[in-house]
């Protein structure tokens, strides 16, 4: 008898377990059929991860002895030479003047811009897709190769810094300058619609108030993110402390070398500090 009852059970739950297979046949199918294109992807991602450690000779003997020189190099870099400080404090002004002159051109030329690649404040859909596939044009193509191709196009020195920062954070500036302009709260903008303002008045007075500490504190990202790239940028002829670099690494002037990248983490840190200020005063907020 309870064998007989033991079976009814076992049927009756089997056929619970059918019936609710049928109502959620999502949550019963195998992880390996649900989940096939994220497993496809890992064992891709791992076949790559393997090649590019066999391809490009990453072995443990190497890791463990290029620590080694490389500690050796640091010892030798001890202490900072400050043999010509008159002439890196000149090419660290230059970097400054570098950055400074690429970001400020590139948010100037973006801000209009902006407009014409948000969807809210678009002439028409066609003008939109036009401004946000040249912008990410402009952001894919790597500061380095934009300082190549401008030293080619007006030769050596910091005007082609400029430029190949200008070109670069355009594109950035244009994509995140449209994003701040689409997530801007359109109740402002149809208050002053409402009583009779014009598109331009309604975006003076609605759109602008929000958008300028957003943008503001990009600028000044930007600003301390491009003194870091106007410091490599120079490595190739575009002008800076980046050429002095390029040469102490050459010749082998590894205390001099140490100074100027002292005097390169000071300078950014000095940067970040004072952005850090202008930004927080910009967007109401104290800085701790």
């Given at each position: 008898m309870s064998a007989h009852n033991s079976s009814q059970r076992d049927t009756a739950v089997a056929q619970?377990?059918?019936?609710?297979?049928?109502?959620?046949?999502?949550?019963?199918?195998?992880?390996?059929?649900?989940?096939?294109?994220?497993?496809?992807?890992?064992?891709?991602?791992?076949?790559?991860?393997?090649?590019?450690?066999?391809?490009?000779?990453?072995?443990?003997?190497?890791?463990?002895?290029?620590?080694?020189?490389?500690?050796?190099?640091?010892?030798?870099?001890?202490?900072?030479?400050?043999?010509?400080?008159?002439?890196?404090?000149?090419?660290?002004?230059?970097?400054?003047?570098?950055?400074?002159?690429?970001?400020?051109?590139?948010?100037?030329?973006?801000?209009?811009?902006?407009?014409?690649?948000?969807?809210?404040?678009?002439?028409?859909?066609?003008?939109q897709f036009f401004a946000r596939r040249s912008f990410d044009t402009l952001r894919g193509v790597d500061i380095l190769i934009w300082a190549l191709i401008w030293i080619n196009?007006?030769?050596?020195?910091?005007?082609?810094?400029?430029?190949?920062?200008?070109?670069?954070?355009?594109?950035?500036?244009?994509?995140?300058?449209?994003?701040a302009i689409e997530a801007a709260d359109n109740k402002p903008v149809e208050g002053v619609v409402s009583t009779g303002g014009t598109s331009m008045a309604s975006v003076r007075f609605g759109l602008l108030p929000q958008l300028l500490p957003v943008l503001l504190s990009q600028v000044l990202y930007a600003f301390e993110s491009n003194t870091r790239s106007a410091s490599i940028i120079g490595i190739v002829g575009a002008g800076g402390i980046g050429l002095i670099l390029s040469e102490q690494i050459r010749t082998l002037e590894l205390r001099q070398l140490a100074f100027v990248i002292l005097m390169i983490l000071v300078t950014v840190s000095l940067i970040d500090y004072l952005c850090s200020k202008i930004r927080f005063a910009i967007i109401g907020v104290r800085a701790v």
């Open positions: 619970r377990l059918d019936a609710l297979r049928d109502r959620h046949a999502r949550l019963f199918v195998p992880y390996y059929e649900s989940h096939w294109r994220a497993i496809v992807w890992l064992v891709l991602a791992v076949i790559l991860f393997l090649y590019g450690v066999s391809s490009l000779g990453l072995t443990f003997n190497r890791i463990y002895g290029g620590i080694g020189e490389l500690g050796s190099m640091v010892m030798r870099m001890l202490p900072p030479d400050p043999a010509r400080f008159n002439s890196y404090l000149s090419a660290m002004l230059e970097t400054l003047a570098i950055a400074l002159l690429g970001t400020l051109s590139a948010a100037v030329v973006a801000f209009p811009l902006g407009f014409l690649a948000a969807r809210n404040t678009t002439l028409n859909r066609l003008v196009v007006v030769g050596l020195g910091p005007f082609a810094g400029v430029l190949a920062l200008f070109m670069s954070d355009l594109g950035i500036f244009g994509k995140l300058f449209s994003e």
